[in-house]
């Protein structure tokens, strides 16, 4: 017997990626790093084609909604837990942030205090306990995914103990949010009440606004974005992954194995906040503003949306369906905009109904029923 133990050959572990899957990520990358940059910063204005300024605004902040759809992913499609409250994580990082770049606003302010506009005009003397590392950028970076995965934990920890799942666990993410966006927009919590942060000049001590600031935060972006996809690759291909799609099958039965679901759904749910904020960070200096309408409901439902029209437990379907919903956005709120929302009613419903599993769900079937027809064709032809 233990002979024949110690001959047992194991299945070898399946790589990250295909061969065919590293090239497509080496093809992104270089998009991401090279190609645009190019048609960005080169190519004559009047050029066909160049990439236009607007062009990197908006793909980059399409880039950090992948991020938040990508996260959702590990959450509801590995995972089963439908989150309606990832909005709150973006939207900590992005403040986190944003308190770094009003501080670099030094005294260029229009008040030319220390303080931030939004204080000087409140009246206060000092700087709130909270922004005390908000100078130092290390700090910041440390806080980006401190704060949401604190926050996730501890929120988490008392959820999946006391077993809140399904429907009511999307009920008291979506409340905690709104709960959150109302705190915010008091103004004696020190995050600028309705307004926000905005007005944002330097990072690091660089103009913000500038053609090649705005290029290396759009690399940057789609450089995390690529990176988060391997993490979550890594990830929901683990044994750590295998158990988590078994939570999502069958939970009972994971703990009738010996397995505890609390700290495989609580280590998930941290990692995916944790990215949400990393995105919100990203997002802010792109955008230029961060104000609590970010916590909105409808902000978090747009983030399942994504990930639903794209389809789940894919990775690359979330990140396809935020550039799908998202370029329709783009487009349809310039040229029909009353009609947005009900467009996006709309789709979530069509999806639901008849893509269960989103458009790479659709490719894939497609693709296996012209894999079928060939076969066929070539065995009638023999």
């Not at 759904?265 to 941290?270: E, N, P």
């Not at 983030?303 to 990775?315: N, Q």
């Not at 709309?346 to 458009?359: E, H, Q, R």
Request: aromatic letters at 14%; proline letters at 4%; charged letters at 10%.
């Amino acid at each position: 017997m233990t002979t024949k133990l110690s001959n047992l050959q194991l299945p070898a572990p399946a790589p990250l990626l295909t061969r065919g899957g590293w090239s497509a990520f080496i093809v992104a990358l270089i998009v991401v790093c090279a190609v645009a940059p190019v048609l960005n910063l080169w190519v004559p204005a009047g050029s066909a084609f160049h990439l236009s300024d607007y062009a990197v605004a908006l793909l980059g902040k399409i880039m950090c909604y992948a991020i938040c759809a990508l996260a959702m992913d590990l959450i509801w499609g590995y995972t089963g837990i439908l989150s309606l409250g990832h909005g709150l994580f973006f939207a900590l990082g992005g403040y986190v942030m944003g308190m770094y770049l009003m501080r670099q606003i030094g005294r260029d302010g229009n008040y030319k205090s220390d303080l931030p506009d939004f204080m000087v005009f409140l009246d206060w003397k000092e700087l709130p306990w909270h922004w005390a590392l908000s100078d130092s950028f290390v700090a910041t970076l440390i806080l980006i995914v401190a704060v949401p995965g604190f926050i996730a934990f501890v929120f988490g920890y008392f959820a999946f103990r006391s077993r809140i799942k399904g429907v009511y666990f999307s009920i008291i993410t979506q409340a905690m949010t709104y709960a959150a966006m109302l705190l915010f927009f008091r103004n004696e919590t020190g995050f600028g009440g309705n307004n926000g942060f905005t007005d944002f000049k330097r990072i690091l001590g660089m103009p913000l606004a500038t053609q090649n600031m705005r290029m290396t935060l759009f690399v940057l972006t789609g450089v995390t974005l690529l990176v988060f996809f391997l993490l979550a690759r890594w990830l929901v291909r683990s044994k750590f992954g295998r158990v988590l799609q078994a939570v999502r099958d069958a939970e009972t039965r994971v703990m009738f194995s010996g397995y505890s679901p609390l700290p495989y759904k609580l280590t998930i749910w941290t990692i995916s906040a944790m990215m949400c904020g990393v995105a919100g960070a990203l997002y802010v200096p792109q955008v230029g503003i961060i104000n609590p309408g970010e916590m909105s409901a409808a902000n978090s439902i747009e983030i399942a949306v994504w990930a639903a029209v794209g389809g789940r437990a894919t990775l690359i379907g979330p990140i396809v369906g935020a550039f799908i919903v998202n370029g329709a956005k783009s487009w349809l709120t310039v040229t029909a905009p009353e009609f947005w929302l009900y467009f996006l009613g709309a789709l979530f419903i069509a999806v639901t109904l008849f893509l269960p599993d989103g458009v790479v769900g659709l490719v894939k079937k497609l693709k296996a029923k012209t894999q079928a027809k060939t076969s066929t064709t070539k065995g009638a032809a023999q």
